[in-house]
């Protein structure tokens, strides 16, 4: 059950309302130091500011200048979605990288795009030789500079050291996602360890490494479901995670803003991010979109943030290319937010198909997804979720390389 003043169910637009109006203040949806949280385990206190402390307590004294990019890369869950085509882009700009996987012998690097593949190599000149564009897996392995090894575990006695001997950054991106608030006991403890003590641990072995960043891949979760117009989510809005995957990663971000001593923390909390070969819900609308049947969805009214992975891979460069810039907490996006039909516009033209849109009213779709029991999908098509992405561009100095018309083309 939750602890007594937590709320994890969806507020009145007015509570909504008024907790982003205050967002350095405390309010109902805010969540109180050390909180029991519906999935089992405590979030524990909130770190000190990150964005001031971790400069102060860090072993390592960065500069604004990146270390040489012949000292590897980590990329833990390397062989998801987002690892594939990280650790593709990282090699094409020059950088070596261990890719961790739990099934070292079926990884394979993200399909690579010729001309963007080729802008990136031919400017760090990195293609392999003898290698088409981009290169394939086994090209970049016998380069010597794409090691790709087996994930040690999540256990206290998984061993590290070996996968981050002479390692200059880790980038955390291995987790489960998605555990439902009514998992069962075993699942949340899973999740637990997995997505709160693994990063913790592998932060605290990176620090005895000598590693010098460490970049944590977040969720939008851990800051809620929701914006309220006018507000999209900021780094300092009180956090209102609303499901056992969302409260896992406020928790991980937690114990990573704690640590003392060691590597330059980076968190970066990105929306739903896609891309070629995404799947679940995205892949679900961008078929919808361009199948040529009428959508009810005309009339919706809100705001969605979203990123593609080429800007996400864009903005975790800019991170290892200015260290001394990138300690904090980062909110992620493709930058203005899109509604649900500019979104199916926007995927029908990209894939040359008109988009068939009908003006049926919001409130009636509303009533029929409750009666189906499908709300919770009624809201992540109709309901608002804004991520304001300006901390990370002006501390960072970056802006978004590709926008959405153009990163959705690139799925066709």
């Known amino acids: 059950m939750p602890a007594p003043g937590l709320h994890t169910g969806a507020a009145h637009p007015r509570e909504r309302a008024q907790a982003m109006d205050n967002p350095a203040g405390t309010n109902a949806r805010a969540l109180p130091e050390n909180t029991q949280n519906p999935c089992g385990a405590r979030l524990g206190r909130p770190g000190a500011n990150i964005q001031s402390s971790a400069m ?55 399909p690579s795009s010729p001309k963007e593949s080729e802008a990136r190599s031919s400017k760090a000149g990195t293609t392999p030789t003898g290698a088409g564009h981009g290169g394939s897996t086994e090209d970049w392995i016998r380069s010597q500079r794409l090691q790709v090894l087996a994930h040690p575990g999540v256990g206290p006695d998984a061993d590290w050291q070996p996968v981050l001997a002479g390692a200059r950054a880790v980038i955390h991106g291995a987790g489960i996602a998605h555990v439902p608030l009514d998992a069962n006991r075993d699942s949340q403890r899973q999740l637990w360890r997995v997505n709160v003590r693994a990063p913790h641990r592998l932060a605290r072995d990176a620090a005895r490494a000598g590693v010098a960043q460490f970049i944590f891949l977040s969720s939008i979760k851990a800051a809620g479901e929701w914006s309220v117009p006018g507000h999209p ?82 903005a975790i460069m800019a991170i290892l290319e200015n260290p001394g810039r990138a300690a904090g907490l980062f909110h992620l996006s493709d930058g203005p937010a899109l509604s649900t039909p500019a979104l199916i516009r926007a995927m029908a ?40 992405n300006q901390r990370f561009c002006q501390q960072l100095g970056w802006k978004p390389p590709v926008d959405a018309p153009t990163a959705l083309k690139r799925m066709q």
Do not use: M
């Not at 270390?67 to 690892?83: D, E, H, N, R, W």
């Not at 009636?364 to 304001?388: C, E, M, N, P």
């Open 233 to 314: 989510l900021r780094e300092d809005d009180p956090p209102r995670p609303e499901d056992c995957y969302g409260f896992a990663k406020l928790a991980a971000e937690r114990h990573l803003q704690r640590l003392k001593h060691g590597p330059i923390i980076t968190i970066l909390r990105p929306p739903l991010v896609y891309g070629p070969g995404v799947k679940a819900n995205f892949a679900a609308l961008q078929k919808l979109a361009t199948s040529g049947l009428p959508l009810p969805l005309g009339s919706v009214d809100n705001q969605r943030s979203f990123l593609a992975i080429d800007n996400l891979c864009s």
């Open 56 to 110: 102060e307590n860090c072993n390592v004294c960065p500069s604004d200048t990146a270390p040489s990019t012949s000292a590897p890369i980590v990329v833990t869950g390397a062989g998801g979605f987002i690892g594939q085509h990280l650790v593709r882009q990282l090699l094409e700009a020059g950088y070596s990288v261990r890719a961790v996987t739990r099934n070292p012998a079926t990884f394979r690097l993200s």
């Open 349 to 388: 033209q990209a894939a040359g198909k008109p988009a068939r849109l009908l003006p049926i009213p919001p409130a009636l779709l509303a009533g029929l997804a409750r009666l189906a029991g499908k709300s919770g999908i009624w809201q992540r098509l109709a309901g608002s979720l804004a991520v304001d």
